[in-house]
């Protein structure tokens, strides 16, 4: 796919994921607003820039992969791929209802450009380091592996257990994208479970550590550049990312992490967002 490098469009693509995210979570009446909203520039940063991918060939051999470790997102995942080109726009209504393709946790390609199933936190960096290892060592290939974390899930061990073998071989085709947004579903990271100092802790466990304004487009993309040039780690991109970016009564709120607006507040969000309905 070739990349957009103009910003400002990018930034509306970003704004136009954010409301179709809205309005998938209204017509489900269930799912998760905080993060999925939060990590709407990264996404886009990713899909229509960052990545060697095609739409037309979502199983090209040469593409780099995105696994989503923090499955509870996948509303974000979704509208990416639907915006790229994936599947058609009018499948996004149906999340979270019996027997469509968009559950409320990703399945290994129940649809085009579903690299893994996710669920249980933690997993999904385990299994992106495994795909980084087979590719590098095995099929001697140079294809790219993003890994989606929350900071929530650094509270599992097996997050560390992969950061550990990640280290040890070096895995330069590996890059994890930290959703740091400071809130878990019981409240913030820092009262839950105190992370920092998160940089330190990768680092320490020989990582190549970059930290960007998460909703700045341009910054996450200057940041996967320096990740491909770094040859002889994994590189970690801890993305600061305001949980419910673009609906200011959701901002910064723990409280909308697993939780969908009803009617009223989706047409309240979508103004916010730029459109005057929920239509």
């Not at 992969?65 to 509208?79: D, N, T």
């Not at 890059?175 to 940089?199: A, H, S, V, W």
Request: glycine letters at 8%.
């Amino acid at each position: 796919m070739e990349p957009i490098t103009d910003i400002k469009t990018l930034k509306a693509k970003a704004n136009a994921i954010r409301q179709n995210i809205i309005r998938m979570l209204v017509q489900a009446k269930s799912g998760h607003s905080a993060g999925p909203l939060g990590m709407a520039d990264v996404f886009t940063a990713l899909y229509f820039n960052i990545l060697n991918h095609d739409p037309r060939r979502p199983y090209w051999r040469e593409r780099d992969r995105v696994i989503l470790s923090c499955g509870h997102i996948c509303p974000v995942w979704y509208a990416t791929l639907a915006e790229a080109g994936y599947f058609p726009k009018r499948e996004l209504w149906t999340l979270r209802t019996l027997g469509t393709k968009l559950q409320g946790h990703p399945e290994y390609r129940s649809i085009a450009g579903v690299e893994a199933s996710a669920g249980p936190l933690g997993q999904g960096v385990s299994l992106a380091v495994g795909m980084a290892y087979a590719l590098r060592n095995f099929a001697k290939s140079n294809q790219q592996i993003y890994v989606i974390s929350s900071d929530g899930e650094q509270d599992e061990g097996q997050t560390w257990e992969a950061v550990m073998f990640a280290a040890k071989h070096k895995l330069p085709n590996l890059t994890m994208i930290m959703d740091r947004n400071n809130i878990q579903i019981d409240g913030n990271t820092e009262d839950i479970m105190p992370l920092e100092p998160i940089r330190a802790k990768y680092e320490a466990f020989n990582w190549h550590v970059i930290e960007v304004d998460g909703h700045n487009i341009q910054a996450v993309i200057d940041a996967c550049a320096e990740a491909k040039a770094i040859v002889e780690k994994p590189v970690c991109i801890i993305a600061h990312t305001i949980p419910g970016k673009g609906v200011k009564f959701m901002e910064g709120k723990f409280e909308w992490h697993g939780k969908a607006p009803n009617k009223e507040e989706a047409a309240t969000a979508l103004q916010q967002l730029g459109v005057t309905s929920a239509a």
